[in-house]
């Protein structure tokens, strides 16, 4: 009764004309090769409808999402075909999640998917020529493929790596340098303001050099006569001085006044008696012979 069931549904997917499962599924087929996947997708989903269990069906929607660029539905149908019980299917659905897996980017993951397809084929023993050896040799070359993708990715990645790692020492080496130029500049601008502080100003400087220049020029000249004079000679300040110190009379002590009152007293007897003398004597006539 098994067997039975299992060529009916065989049947269905064969003849459309019979079941509209099948006629939706055959609908859908022209439709995929023809390239509208759209229209193959509607009818692929209302076949499910009807028969939701069918993993050719779920093998059909995976294959036009993905024709689609679904990617992540496209993944997701194929998990699900993968559950038959038929290994050819399940080695089409394995392939094909390795297909997706790598338009994802997911390229160590599709090498797996690649490797299981191999296996699968060759539990199968298939004939040279057949289907099945066409889809392990597609399989082998995926994996080629792949693996030389992500060994150049790998080594890209390396590259990218090394020179962002060079750019950023450099940076690095550019800021420590920035860095320095700053601590330098500063440096020099402290000594500036130190040096300013310690060295006289400019002006004052030049100031005290032409006085020092203006006094050697003195000493160099030879001094004018009149000049020399003076040097001689004392000046009209110290000559007003000093006569006036000569000018000042002496102050004299006591017995100096004393001494000189009774000088002055005994001389002014003597004029008296002189003079007493001059009276007492005769008059004289003078004579003249003329």
Known sequence: MIMVLRCMVCSWLFLGWIDPFADQVRQGNELYNNGKYDEALDKYLNAQITSPDVPQVFFNVADTQYKRGKYDEALKSFEKSMKTGNPELQAKSSFNIGNTLYKQGKL????????????????????????????????????????RKLEEKEQQQGQDNQQQQQEQEKEQEQEQQDNQDKGDDQSDETKEEENKEQEPDKENQQSENQQEKDLDKEKEQPPHPNEAQQQNQPSSQQQEHTQSQQERPHQMSKEEAERILDALNQSEKEMRNINREKSHQPHRSVEKDW
């Open 108 to 147: 160590s993951e599709a090498l797996e998917w690649y490797k299981k397809t191999v296996d699968i084929v060759d539990e199968l023993s298939p004939q040279n020529g057949s289907k099945l050896e066409q889809l392990k040799n597609d399989a082998k070359y995926n994996y080629e493929f792949v693996e």
